[in-house]
RNA sequence: GGCUGCGUAGCAAAGUGGUUAUGCAGUGGCCUGCAAAGCCAUCUACGCCGGUUCGACUCCGGCCGCAGCCUCCA
């Protein structure tokens, strides 16, 4: 029975699909005028794993994750580039795909852009306008009018009459209330613009998802998710315009991200504490110590970002990788009691920490199962641990090379590194048959000497039973 | 000012009204030519002060500290 906190009710809800089997998830992406950094690569790989396991427990879901490809933030960027906003933006979305690849995260369903919705979007302003939810601003922008939607502030919980609006940005002179937020924007000279009935403009922000979503998912769907600094007020102003536009319930359950922070602040660009993925990439050979160490965290508490959890995500990674490297996946039945744990904790709003603590369980039983050479037992608990493991995407490459690969790019500084020029595997293997034939001879000094040395440039060997395999630290 | 949320061992991170979280790191042992990996054991906990209770890290109240939203942000 999954239950999955729900940010409008402020609890845990026992999650029930509007239609039996069927899911319809909408989430917020990027806008697409930079690199994705650390906290954008959690949200994808939050609602990724949510994905993942709808369609591990059978469900039949449509994942919408939207690109916000036209706003002020992309026009400044392309006029500081010298570009036209298009190659911008075509550019940074092949190179969030890329990232999102490297995350192992899936492509969702669907990815509406908001330039693809312009007909949809002032379909839906014009419907706000003839219900006068809208107006026409005084620049000839137009508003919404939050007073005359009953129960706005009802996803964040803020009342209108507590808001400090203009507190530190100066009011729009042009809203008849503070509140107002704007959903189409006229063109200033050199702007891109789309025409409408208002002239010649652009959308705000919030009325592209809303028109997206719905066009995507229907008036009425399931989970709407994002990151929590978006809860209000972008996912407040949803509600406003799609219900109001629609006259239906808009979202049953709303889902949101907590934050990744760098020395317990908020990591963001306005604030510029943000590292992009390219850079931690530079650092680590495989995005897969940063989807381990997004996991390690439940998706609503602060993940604060330091090396030091990378490097910690990386051993935790060689613990499970290794485990899986001396077997052979098979066709065979998964361990009942370890897919039930993991069931148990992924049903409890997706605890991904207690979900990988199962793993582990599963992981001291393998190894305890080769050492007593039982071998169905090692079949079938190897088998759970690659196919669980899978549900929330890790562990799936193969062991042997993702251990030799290693998980960081070590800064080997060593006198050695000429007199063993290491570059490729080959030749990490020629130093390794010098060693097992000092071996045979029972000449361990020498022996010892290229194991501690090949350690001193990154290379871990262990003996086994049939020779001696390796990997990077 | 209004509204959220958090405070757990060396680090990270779950959870529970009474019984081992888990990972990394540490210590001791087994294994090994010696290691590594693995296995076994083990040391460090629940911000502070009250209250409820047979019993609270877990519930209630107060206090202190931290973060977030009320502006664009995932």
Redesign the pocket.
């Known amino acids: 029975m999954l239950k999955i906190y729900n940010t409008l009710s402020?609890s845990k809800e026992i999650f029930k699909p509007r239609v039996k089997g069927k899911v319809g998830l909408y989430v917020?992406?990027?806008?697409v005028y930079d690199y994705c950094h650390i906290?954008?690569a959690?949200?994808m790989v939050v609602f990724d794993t949510v994905a993942r396991y709808f369609r591990y427990c059978g469900y039949d879901l449509t994942y919408v994750r939207n690109i916000t490809d036209i706003d002020d933030?992309i026009i400044n960027r392309a006029n500081e580039n010298g570009e036209d906003f298009l190659p911008l933006t075509e550019r940074f979305i092949d190179a969030m795909h890329e990232d999102e690849r490297a995350l192992s995260v899936l492509p969702p369903d669907q990815e509406p852009k908001a330039t693809q919705f312009m007909p949809d979007i002032i379909n839906m302003i014009e419907t706000l306008v003839k219900k006068e939810l809208a107006y026409i601003g005084t620049n000839g922008d137009i508003f919404y009018s939050v007073s005359r939607f009953a129960g706005y502030g009802k996803l964040?919980?803020?009342?209108i009459e507590?808001?400090?609006?203009g507190?530190?940005?100066d009011v729009d002179t042009a809203k008849k209330d503070p509140m107002d937020?704007v959903l189409w924007k006229m063109a200033k000279p050199d702007e891109p613009f789309w025409q409408s009935p208002w002239g010649n403009g652009r959308p705000g922000?919030h009325i592209e998802c809303s028109a997206m979503s719905t066009c995507c998912l229907g008036n009425h769907f399931d989970i709407h998710g994002?990151?929590?600094?978006?809860?209000?007020?972008?996912h407040e102003n949803e509600i406003a315009q799609s219900e109001g536009a629609t006259g239906e319930k808009f979202v049953n359950l709303w889902m949101h991200?907590g934050?990744?922070?760098i020395d317990?602040?908020?990591?963001?660009?306005?604030l510029g504490n943000f590292f992009t993925l390219r850079e931690v990439l530079k650092k680590y050979k495989s995005a897969e110590v940063i989807r381990y160490f997004i996991l390690?965290?439940?998706y609503r508490?602060?993940?604060?970002y330091s090396e030091?959890?990378l490097d910690?995500a990386g051993?935790?990674l060689t613990?499970l990788y290794?485990?899986l490297r001396d077997v052979e996946i098979k066709n065979v039945p998964i361990d009942k009691v370890y897919e039930q744990r993991f069931k148990e904790a992924m049903d409890?709003d997706f605890?991904t920490?207690?979900a990988?603590?199962v793993l582990?369980?599963c992981?001291?039983e393998l190894?305890?199962a080769?050492?007593d050479k039982k071998q169905d037992k090692i079949d079938s608990l190897a088998t759970t641990l690659h196919q669980l493991a899978g549900i929330i995407g890790i562990l799936q490459r193969n062991p042997k090379k993702a251990l030799e690969a290693g998980f960081r790019w070590l800064k080997v500084t060593s006198h050695l590194e000429q007199e063993y020029n290491l570059d490729t595997d080959e030749k990490i293997q020629q130093h390794i048959d010098k060693r097992l034939a000092a071996?045979k001879n029972k000449n361990?000094a020498s022996?010892?000497k290229i194991?501690d040395e090949l350690k001193e440039q990154g290379i871990?060997?262990?003996?086994?039973a049939d020779g001696t395999i390796w990997r990077r630290e």
């Open positions: 402020r917020c992406g990027m806008t906290g954008h959690r949200v933030k964040s919980g803020k009342n507590y808001l400090q609006a507190e530190r940005v937020f922000w994002g990151g929590m600094d978006l809860q209000f007020p972008h991200n934050f990744v922070r317990e602040e908020k990591m963001s660009k306005s390690t965290s439940h508490s602060p993940l604060n030091q959890q910690d051993s935790a613990r290794t485990a409890d605890n920490p207690i990988l603590s582990f369980d992981v001291r190894n305890t080769k050492k071996k361990w022996a010892d194991r871990v060997l262990e003996d086994v």
